[in-house]
């Protein structure tokens, strides 16, 4: 009886995990495969779509675009971030259901509004439109950020060892990043790279904002859709492997946070 209720469970998992690793797996049979267009099975298998795509002049512009629009989002989004939820989580926390409602406002608001009041707001400024991308891509990992770090300041009582730092002949700053950030680093790394993974992923507001003008790896996926569609799985994978590695990295990281508050 019970080997039967498992079993409605299990197979609906397996179901629901060939549909979302089936386009995956013929992608990667796809990128690999020298001619595949009236057959059952490629008639051949090479990695010159590889080499081909690594060689392109436009492929490493677009990753290095990626890596510093999305390096320069996170160290902005930390500097917001970090110290707004020390503060409630600390110093105010009537402020936290105001900030969980606003928290939960890019998952209401499209992209498409998003950038258009923006143009509408900042287009004829003088403020360089990159600067305008920056803020917009902060905001959107808001909710990523702001909650994964509000987490930390409910299970313990930071106002208790701050107050104890300081009597202690500690400054508020001093005793921020002697005791409190210590005590949410696992945090911090996770969302860097949640906050990491996020810009580096944007398509739409990049695409809006700045076009052609800026072309990034997922506006250059894109483009390549058009074109190449041997290139174009090839760069799929290529994502797809370091969405994966980023996955990877995060539970590790997650893991060993609890082997250290165990």
């Known amino acids: 009886m019970i080997k039967n209720k498992k079993l409605l469970p299990v197979s609906i998992a397996v179901v629901i995990i060939i549909y979302l690793l089936l386009p995956v797996v ?21 990695i010159r779509a590889y080499y081909n795509l690594l060689n392109t002049s436009e492929f490493w512009p677009a990753v290095s675009k990626s890596f510093i629009l999305s390096i320069i989002t996170t160290i902005v989004s930390l500097l917001v971030f970090v110290p707004l939820t020390f503060y409630i989580g600390v110093f105010d926390k009537k402020l936290q259901k105001y900030l969980n409602f606003i928290s939960i406002l890019p998952y209401v608001i499209p992209a498409i509004i998003l950038v258009s009041g923006l143009v509408q707001l900042y287009g004829n400024s003088p403020i360089p439109k990159i600067v305008i991308l920056i803020l917009a891509l902060v905001s959107t990992t808001m909710p990523i950020a702001y909650q994964s770090l509000i987490n930390n300041y409910i299970s313990k009582d930071f106002r208790s060892l701050l107050e104890q730092a300081k009597i202690l002949g500690d400054s508020s700053v001093t005793a921020f990043f002697k005791i409190i950030l210590p005590n949410i680093s696992v945090s911090v790394l996770v969302s860097t790279l949640l906050i990491f993974t996020t810009a580096f992923g944007d398509y739409v507001l990049t695409n809006l904002l700045l076009g052609g003008n800026y072309e990034t790896l997922k506006i250059y996926m894109y483009r390549l859709m058009s074109t190449n ?30 082997e250290r508050d165990k």
């Open 229 to 258: 569609g041997s290139a174009t799985s090839v760069l799929t994978v290529v994502y797809f492997v370091f969405l994966v590695l980023m996955s990877v990295l995060l539970i590790w990281i997650e893991n060993k946070g609890r």
């Open 26 to 46: 013929f992608t990667l049979i796809y990128s690999f495969s020298t001619n595949w267009i009236k057959t059952v099975i490629p008639s051949g298998f090479s």
